[in-house]
């Protein structure tokens, strides 16, 4: 008992010492995602562009448990947008039916703020 104690408390130090990095992985394939997406076309990551910057987005999210599904949404399925303008459009559909590679984006969005 007492070796498979240390046994586990070795295995959470190490997946707690490596998650920064895992993370990091995570954030890269994410914002790759983003521009082979087109993504960047429109939002910037840190300014207004022709649409908000994704840190705004993940601000406008910020603590709320439906913000996946809710930017999930808008980026699979066309969903309207409303313009500068006060004009709407359909948003771009992302082409990647990943739906893990999709929540990664997302999650990388997210943790902009």
Do not use: R
């Not at 130090?13 to 082979?36: H, N």
């Not at 448990?65 to 992302?94: N, P, R």
């Amino acid at each position: 008992m007492k070796k498979s104690l240390i046994a586990g408390a070795i295995g959470l130090s190490a997946a707690l010492l490596f998650a920064p990095f895992a993370q990091a992985a995570d954030a890269a394939a994410g914002e790759a995602l983003a521009k082979k997406e087109g993504c960047l076309k429109c939002h910037a990551i840190d300014k207004k562009k022709d649409a908000a910057s994704l840190k705004d987005i993940a601000k406008k999210y910020a603590g709320k448990a439906d913000a996946e599904s809710k930017i999930m949404t808008q980026i699979t399925t066309g969903a309207k947008i409303k313009l500068e303008d006060g004009s709407t459009d359909d948003h771009k559909i992302v082409k990647s039916k990943d739906k893990a590679e999709l929540s990664n984006m997302i999650q990388w969005i997210l943790s902009l703020k």
